[in-house]
């Protein structure tokens, strides 16, 4: 499914899962300092963008370790690498990934964020 995808299609079903960890609980991806969740972007020759919650700035997450300005957890960039990833060439997400976000979650905020991350297609169970 995913492979019929557009990259743009790709990112906005990838930005989708970011707004749904982010709006559904207490996560990383969202700043209430700045008022701003993170995202993937995309510049004018498509190359893939993590713009940050907290800094704003945009990172390049196919650059190997250096992260500068990244402001989440390990676990955090584990999924925003996964998420650049399935934009840039369709690679499914692991469902398991996702879930080991939601620890802090309750039961319906996790329902919620699962819904909306199934209905993207983007994750393989």
Request: glycine letters at 8%.
């Amino acid at each position: 499914m995913t492979a019929d995808l557009t990259i743009k299609e790709r990112t906005r079903a990838a930005n989708r899962i970011i707004d749904a960890i982010a709006t559904n609980g207490p996560c990383a991806l969202y700043s209430p300092v700045s008022n701003r969740k993170a995202r993937l972007g995309l510049d004018r020759v498509e190359s893939v963008w993590f713009i940050d919650s907290f800094t704003g700035l945009r990172l390049y997450p196919f650059c190997g370790s250096t992260w500068c300005g990244f402001t989440g957890s390990d676990k955090l960039r584990e999924l925003v690498g996964a998420l650049a990833n399935f934009a840039r060439d369709g690679a499914p997400l692991d469902a398991e990934l996702i879930a080991s976000l939601l620890d802090g979650y309750s039961e319906e905020e996790k329902d919620q964020v699962r819904n909306q991350v199934v209905l993207t297609g983007a994750v393989v169970a």
